[in-house]
């Protein structure tokens, strides 16, 4: 079964800034890293959906953690589709995208 990819927008606001501050605050190789490295989860995610785990809160909503950038891919599947809620980092502001998924 094929899936597509779906963004919500906030996501993809937040990705985008992501990479805008990588580029300022630390450098273009960082932000290349990230880029590459969000690029080849999306790709495992579309591929294989159901391969990482789902949140314990709600099993619904899995997780796809990227240690190596401090990123967790917050995402769900409906119907044909994964659809990434948040680009969150492992650090800061746990549980900000939970308005994201009511």
């Known amino acids: 079964m094929s899936y ?3 963004v919500l927008a906030a996501a993809a606001e937040e990705n985008v800034q992501t990479i805008a501050w990588l580029r300022e605050h630390a450098s273009s190789g960082t932000a290349e890293l990230y880029l590459a490295t969000i690029a080849r989860a ?3 995610i579309v591929e294989l959906p159901f391969a990482w785990p789902a949140w314990e809160a ?3 909503i899995r997780v796809r953690h990227l240690n190596r950038i401090s990123v967790s891919v ?3 599947v409906r119907d044909r589709a994964v659809e990434i809620i948040a680009f969150a980092h492992q650090r800061r502001e746990p549980g900000y995208w939970l308005d994201r998924i009511k």
């Open 4 to 6: 597509g990819l779906a």
């Open 42 to 44: 999306l790709e495992e």
């Open 58 to 60: 709600d099993p619904e």
């Open 74 to 76: 917050i995402y769900r």
